[in-house]
């Protein structure tokens, strides 16, 4: 009887600890909560990647830290990233009406479908870089928004 006492206030002291939710006194779970705004025509799929570095920011995806495919179900959407360590990060989304998992464009490269990225940077020649499109994660939830441009 006395060990199940002890074993019940030993978890419930690690519950109620100020480390709880961390490992080695660092943040386990800071994440990023993106709010997509401005979507037309409400069909198809939204693609969001999430890189840490300038390195294939903003479109491959195989260099984002973390990427996501949502069903578009609204004029405004949101996707959470979690278990990400703090530091500086970037979002990039597209919106794939055609359900293609692809980035249309026409024939100079100009994108025929829905695009954007954090802090809302748009550039008139060539895609916005990582440094102006990032921000500083800390622990915690933090909220970008991003108003997808046609």
């Known amino acids: 009887m006395i060990k199940k006492i002890l074993s019940f ?9 100020p480390f709880s939710g961390t490992v080695g006194g ?6 990023i909560r993106v709010v997509i705004k401005g979507i ?12 840490s570095s300038k390195q294939g920011f903003p479109s491959d995806e195989k260099k984002a830290v973390k990427q996501s495919i949502i069903s578009v179900t609204g004029a405004t959407m949101e996707h959470v990233f979690e278990g990400l360590q703090p530091g500086r990060y970037a979002v990039a989304i597209i919106h794939d009406e055609n359900s293609n998992k692809r980035l249309d464009t026409n024939f100079m490269g100009i ?3 829905g695009y954007g990225v954090s802090n809302n940077i748009v ?4 895609p916005p870089g990582f440094d102006e499109s990032s ?4 622990d915690g939830v933090f909220t970008t928004e991003i108003k997808v441009n046609y």
């Open 9 to 17: 206030l030993f978890a419930l002291a690690l519950i109620t600890s």
């Open 26 to 31: 660092v943040a386990s779970g800071s994440s």
């Open 40 to 51: 037309k025509p409400v069909k198809g799929n939204i693609g969001l990647l999430v890189f």
């Open 111 to 113: 994108p025929k479908e």
């Open 123 to 126: 550039n008139m020649f060539g």
């Open 135 to 138: 921000f500083s994660l800390k």
